[in-house]
């Protein structure tokens, strides 16, 4: 069961790299853990029809594996945020990098103000660009059936678009979203971003109340 107590389709995966994401509480996750990454990322995957071995776009060519998401299905919030990094397409989950870690974190902390809810986090590209740059135009219209999948796979009834880029190619997709500032680009300004971390809880406990 999920958070809000819907059943998961077939979580188990997620669950064992979610409890030992907790109990690490949000220690940097490495791969020498003893948690069988591989298992993890097929259960993630089977629920998804997303083409693990797409070469739609450029970026397959550099990706090491295509990395669908990460969280609940079905989930009451869908975030969608840029691309992947190095530690993503190691791993082939989402936001599992500091900058998740921090997203994680605002999530919990809007949830201590309201009340529990599921999330799956994905991107608007499933490959890593090389040297993390930003997705091209291209890249990220080739790769939007995909993301149409997972939204529909997803079925949450509030979105989220997490830094500009996700907000400049799916404004015009999603008619009603939230926008929040990439955690990735808080962390690159060190303290100084803690009051942009205070602005997202605040946007995401507003965001979470309308989750019936
Ligand atoms: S980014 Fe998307 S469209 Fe491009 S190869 Fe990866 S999965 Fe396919």
Known sequence: MNQSGQPYKDITGTITYLDHYNTKGFEPITLDSNVDFTIIINKERYNMNIPLNC?????HKTRKQVVVGRGSIPA???????????SEDTIGLAFIGEGGKLLDYMIQEAVKNTHPVSYYITNTVLCRPPENREPEPTEVLKCRENILEIIQE????????IGKVAERYYKDIIP?????????AILRMGDAGSDLISRNIKTLTEM???VR
């Open 208 to 210: 979470i109340r309308e």
């Open 176 to 184: 009603y979203y939230h926008t929040i500032v990439h955690p990735a």
């Open 76 to 86: 009451d919030i869908l975030f969608i945020g840029e691309a992947p990094g190095i």
């Open 55 to 59: 070469t739609n776009c450029q970026l």
């Open 154 to 161: 997803v079925g949450a009834t509030v979105f989220c678009l």
